[in-house]
């Protein structure tokens, strides 16, 4: 092996030290290994061992930047970008799947208010019609269902405003029976569609507690919340505004509220179990289904919980 | 051209250095021809991380492939014997008559019923084959023994799981609304059927067990003596002759 001695070139910054600091040639470059700074090949450039700590560098000859060869050789400027690409792709989908959550809840919960508010407004208007003296003039007004006793005749909202909504609510057969019973369905759907959620998020956030997780998997129950509450606003002024209203728009904005937030409450249910139940669930799967030759390859569910990770080598069940 | 690799004791990149197995270890070393240290090579963390990423991948696919097919093993048995509880109830027919008419023709009194049970029963045969070759192929970490009890027992759960679903599901939410939803599930004599058919599926599939497991051994035999062959081709690749 040839060795030479070299002077550095003077930094600028260190003038004082550079008299002192030599540079011994041990070796050459034979394979790829580009410049951090500029891309340039080193190949073929000497690696020098410097004086101080006797570090291997190379140094390149095009920008005179200093590459130590502890360094892992870059791979080209492509490799990290397609690694940030990747890293931004895995966060585009992790957000698409909690806006996919977000919407999920805000069209069921949407459901939810109108099929719930269906026989309240049926009440309403049967009430209102029973009135003395208000039912005719309801007839008057131009409509859907105009001389018929449904949901979507209009109701004069003095006549509503004098009126206790709780009573009447009680009077209809009370919330559980005219407003719950109808859109069970949907909150079980609610449930079930949140607990797939939770499962897939438990395991898409490895890096974050189960208690870290189940505070994340409010965004998109947060996000619907947020959509729900300027529909409730909206539909609540246009009422207020208003001198006559469809008995369905009235009890729309007496159980809107409370079913969205019961809606919501379902979802988030079904997410917070599945976050708690989410890794134990796909390392029983992967243990059940999964040779050990593959099981190796997903040791991150054991490890993300500080358990050991399973036998790589051949182990029986049970 | 290979990746730059610097000898961390005396500098002399071992780029072009073979890498040979150790004696004893299953990895393979780099030794530096200038001063006889041995290195293994480094993977640079974006190419680990890569390889990583695809073979949990694969791990992945593995598992969804291997799910797919228990839940449909699963799901056709359970459809087949409720079905054919269905229609023993619905045409009055003995499990028996259908399954003669299935087997020879032989008349039980419905015509749907005969036209239609020959091909339910190849379709329930073929299932019921390509369920227990899975067993012994697609489980191999699993004891031979312990396989036709755990299969019974997830084929018991399937058949079951409308009526657990009914239990859990539909009674509650008909409960909340003060309705009463009545049970449109099988009789007694409905389960005997779907006993019946689900033992004849457990019995098919461990049967043919064993042709799984013969074929999981010479599938593992296949691979080992492949990745022997690309073993002894890469020596003697490197060693010139």
């Known amino acids: ?318 | 051209m290979p990746i730059s690799h610097i000898c961390l004791n005396c500098g002399v990149d071992l780029a072009r250095v073979r890498s040979t197995p150790h004696p004893t270890l299953a990895i393979n070393a780099v030794v530096c021809p200038e001063c006889g240290v041995a290195a293994v090579r480094r993977k640079h963390p974006l190419i680990r991380d890569s390889r990583r990423f695809l073979r949990a991948r694969r791990a992945i696919w593995t598992l969804v492939g291997q799910f797919t097919l228990l839940a449909g093993f699963l799901t056709f048995a359970a459809a087949i014997a409720h079905a054919t509880a269905r229609w023993t109830y619905d045409e009055q027919v003995s499990l028996r008559a259908l399954a003669l008419a299935a087997v020879a023709a032989e008349p039980s009194g419905s015509r749907r019923v005969d036209s239609e049970a020959p091909y339910v029963l190849i379709f329930f045969a073929v299932a019921s084959v390509a369920a227990g070759i899975w067993l012994g192929i697609g489980l191999p970490h699993w004891r031979v023994i312990t396989r036709p009890p755990a299969y019974a027992a997830a084929l018991a759960l399937a058949a079951l799981t409308p009526v657990l679903a009914w239990a859990f599901f539909v009674v509650p939410v008909h409960a909340i609304a003060g309705r009463t939803y009545h049970y449109t599930g099988p009789t007694a004599s409905g389960w005997l059927t779907v006993a019946a058919v689900l033992l004849a599926s457990f019995v098919i599939s461990t049967l043919t067990l064993p042709i799984g497991i013969g074929m999981q051994r010479m599938l593992d035999a296949h691979r080992r003596s492949r990745r022997r062959r690309a073993i002894s081709k890469t020596r003697i690749a490197r060693s010139g002759g």
Not at chain 1, 91 to 97: E, F, T
Not at chain 1, 172 to 181: D, E, K
Not at chain 1, 281 to 310: C, E, N, Y
Request: charged share 15%; net charge positive; with cysteine.
């Open chain 1, 1 to 318: 092996m040839t060795e030479q001695t070299h002077t550095s070139p003077a930094p600028a910054t260190a003038p004082a030290d550079t008299a002192a600091h030599t540079e011994t040639r041990v070796s050459t470059i034979i394979g790829d290994r580009l410049c951090v700074g500029c891309g340039f090949n080193l190949t073929g450039q000497p690696v020098l061992k410097e004086s101080v700590y006797s570090l291997l560098i190379a140094r390149c000859p095009e920008c005179g930047i200093v590459a130590p060869m502890q360094e892992y050789p870059i791979l080209g400027k492509w490799a990290a970008r397609w690694a940030s690409l990747a890293a931004a792709g895995w966060l585009v989908v992790i957000l698409a799947g909690a806006f996919a959550l977000s919407m999920y809840t805000f069209a069921v919960s949407m459901a939810a208010s109108e099929v719930g508010s269906e026989r309240f407004g049926d009440y309403i208007a049967s009430a209102y019609a029973a009135t003395p003296g208000a039912g005719p003039s309801s007839q008057n007004i131009t409509g859907f269902g105009v001389g018929m006793m449904n949901r979507f005749n209009a109701v004069d909202l003095d006549w509503w405003r004098a009126e206790s909504a709780a009573d009447h609510l009680r009077q209809a057969g009370g919330f559980r029976h005219i407003a719950a019973a109808p859109v069970t369905g949907f909150w079980i759907s609610l449930l079930a569609v949140g607990l797939s959620g939770g499962v897939i998020g438990s395991v898409a956030m490895l890096h974050a507690t189960r208690r870290r997780a189940a505070i994340l998997m409010l965004l998109p129950v947060l996000v619907a919340v947020a959509i729900q509450t300027s529909i409730h606003v909206t539909r609540s002024t246009d009422l207020a505004a208003a001198t006559y209203e469809s008995a369905h728009s009235i009890a729309r904005v007496e159980l809107g509220a409370i079913l969205f937030a019961l809606s919501d409450m379902w979802m988030y249910a079904g997410m917070i179990v599945g976050v708690f139940i989410g890794r134990p669930a796909a390392r029983w799967l992967v243990r059940t289904l999964l040779p050990p030759r593959h099981m190796s390859a997903l040791g991150f569910l054991w490890i993300a919980d500080g358990k050991p990770p399973p036998a790589t080598r051949r182990t029986q069940i049970p």
